[in-house]
């Protein structure tokens, strides 16, 4: 891990806060941001942190941002939460495997849950700040070549389209906000071990430091748009 890790575009002394900190991009998020001289406060919040934040519990969601509002405002809040699978979810490889109550679960996951950090925690945001919330590339309509996977990705083209919605809302009131959607590339970690070829998978600690080198190369211009880890745009 690279040592002399530090974030150039949030000021001196910036508070972070890492929702879904116990995954493994989560963990790297924070332990790179905790070796950031720049960075005062790494905030990290899950399932099993306190206060919980659990996003199958939107009661839960909100009562966190309260708490947490005495911290505020933070400079860089990063949403790293997200479900593929579990014991009882698989990927659906074909529409006959769509079962109502995986899509419930994985669209309160990745979608709805998401949706209520936007309307809580948006408000603990500093103006100048940064929330970037982890998407994938199989969420983009545009690019989806081999089907399958039908909840995890419509589930995240949805959670696009709530990030494009926030981010044109908040350029009319807070211009200098950047608001996110990244694609973290195929990342080693529980998500993605039932299905990545092990070559093409990257270690989360790199994954992590080359995101937030794109974060912090990105302006809010580029505020409501799509980016993979490389930097490129993808389509919607
Ligand atoms: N890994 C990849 O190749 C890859 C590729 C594209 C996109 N992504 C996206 O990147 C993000 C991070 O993935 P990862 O690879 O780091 O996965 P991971 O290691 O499985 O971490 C998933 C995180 O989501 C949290 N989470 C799951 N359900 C939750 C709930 N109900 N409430 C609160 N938190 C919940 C987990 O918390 P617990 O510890 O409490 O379970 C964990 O912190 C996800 O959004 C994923 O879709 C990953």
Not at 40 to 61: M, Y
Not at 75 to 93: F, M, V, Y
Not at 177 to 196: A, K, M, N
Not at 202 to 211: D, M, T, V, W
């Amino acid at each position: 891990m690279n040592s002399s890790f530090r974030m150039n575009s949030l000021g001196e002394g910036y508070r972070a806060l890492v929702i879904g900190a116990s995954g493994a991009l989560g963990t790297a998020f924070c332990e790179l941001l905790n070796e950031d001289p720049k960075c005062s406060v790494v905030r990290e919040l899950g399932r099993n942190s306190a206060p919980g934040l659990d996003l199958e519990k939107p009661d839960s969601i909100a009562s966190a941002a309260v708490e947490l509002a005495e911290e505020a405002p933070y400079q860089l809040i990063l949403h790293a939460a997200g479900l593929l699978h579990r014991e009882d979810i698989k990927p659906e490889k074909s529409y006959t495997s769509i079962e109502s109550d995986a899509l419930q679960a994985i669209f309160q996951v990745n979608t709805l849950g998401p949706a209520l950090v936007l309307r809580h925690f948006l408000p603990l945001l500093d103006p100048h700040g940064v929330m970037a919330v982890l998407s994938a590339k199989v969420g983009s309509i545009g690019d989806n070549r081999l089907g399958g996977w039908y909840a995890y990705r419509a589930s995240k083209a949805a959670l696009n389209m709530l990030i494009k919605t926030a981010a044109i809302e908040l350029a009319r009131t807070r211009p200098h906000t950047r608001l996110l959607s990244l694609h973290p590339g195929t990342v080693v970690s529980g998500l993605s071990q039932p299905f990545r070829s092990a070559s093409a998978a990257r270690p989360a600690s790199i994954a992590a430091e080359e995101l937030l080198s794109l974060i912090d190369r990105l302006a809010p211009a580029d505020s409501g748009n799509f980016f993979a880890y490389t930097g490129e745009r993808l389509p919607w």
